[in-house]
């Protein structure tokens, strides 16, 4: 019944920037958990970042200092925003968000395709 819905990608060149974003809509009582995944040809699906519902932020290595996450909980919507791409960045970026609401479960975004040329 929960839908996870992103929107914000699209092809870049590197050194550009994209802001993506994710909207969680149906029945939901509360988010703890949002993030941000992504899973390029050959790799695992890897956590970009996430946030908690206090606030606390992870990232990965690899994006540190480039990418922000943030949340808006009124909307819940969860938000990253990426500088400095590169072509490495390329990959399909999925919302992830833990929801309580009717039933307490994950749900995952369609994803949504991020390409940094080269």
């Known amino acids: 019944q929960v839908q996870l819905v992103e929107s914000g990608g699209g092809l870049v060149q590197p050194g550009g920037s994209l802001r993506l974003s994710c909207a969680a809509s149906?029945?939901?009582?509360?988010?703890?958990?949002m993030g941000w995944y992504r899973q390029a040809p050959g790799k695992q699906r890897e956590l970009v970042a996430s946030?908690?519902?206090?606030?606390?932020?992870t990232y990965a290595d690899s994006v540190a200092g480039r990418f922000t996450i943030s949340r808006d909980n009124a909307k819940n919507t969860v938000y990253l925003q990426m500088n400095s791409l590169k072509p490495e960045d390329t990959a399909v970026y999925y919302c992830?968000?833990?929801?309580?609401?009717?039933?307490?479960?994950?749900?995952w975004g369609q994803g949504t395709q991020v390409t940094v040329s080269s």
């Open positions: 946030i908690q519902s206090g606030g606390r932020t």
């Open positions: 149906g029945i939901i009582f509360s988010i703890n958990t």
């Open positions: 992830y968000a833990w929801v309580t609401g009717i039933v307490n479960r994950g749900y």
